[in-house]
């Protein structure tokens, strides 16, 4: 079941924090609960996807992407993302998630998140999100001038560039 209260607890914390530019970072803090573990006794890989909504949506709230959506009538997708997993996430501990925009380039915004226990990271996911208009995407040049930071343009890091690529050579549909 996907954690509706989780987030709206995150939602209020979140609300109660400064805004922050495209690029800033958002910072929360969450435990491994007993319905988050798999048969392995370990928060299940599929639920870490999960878990990270609950960085990622504040994230949004507080840099001002959400109320661009709302304002237009966009709508938000992810188009990919490139998971590694480095270390388990056990029921009780308790965990922060960091959560901040790389980049873009003319189609996606490039967000970068990571769960750390104490100096250590287990998780560490890249997502590409695109921004959908009524018939089509919109351009990140005109949600980044909706969000009011049309100056924002950092250079994405050389490996997320490489990752662009390799996407880019990916077939599409699957070869089966």
């Not at 928060?43 to 237009?72: E, Q, S, V």
């Not at 959560?99 to 990571?114: K, M, N, P, T, V």
Request: charged share 25%; glycine share 6%; with cysteine.
């Amino acid at each position: 079941m996907y954690p509706f209260a989780r987030l709206a607890w995150h939602m209020l914390l979140s609300n109660r924090q400064p805004d922050l530019s495209a690029g800033g970072l958002h910072e929360s803090r969450h435990i491994c609960w007993p319905w988050d573990v798999d048969v392995f006794g370990e928060m299940n890989n599929g639920r870490i996807l999960t878990i990270f909504d609950l960085g990622r949506i504040p994230w949004g709230f507080r840099c001002g992407l959400a109320r661009a959506l709302r304002r237009r009538g966009w709508g938000l997708t992810t188009a990919g993302a490139n998971v590694q997993y480095r270390k388990r996430i056990l029921p009780f501990r308790r965990y922060t998630m960091l959560s901040r925009a790389l980049g873009y380039d003319e189609r996606f915004i490039y967000l970068h998140q990571s769960i750390w226990r104490k100096d250590e990271c287990h998780v560490h996911v890249v997502y590409r999100i695109a921004t959908t208009g009524a018939r089509r995407m919109v351009p990140i040049a005109e949600v980044l001038e909706e969000m009011r930071e049309p100056d924002w343009n950092p250079p994405l890091p050389e490996w997320v560039e490489r990752w662009i690529e390799e996407e880019a050579e990916r077939p599409w549909p699957p070869e089966i």
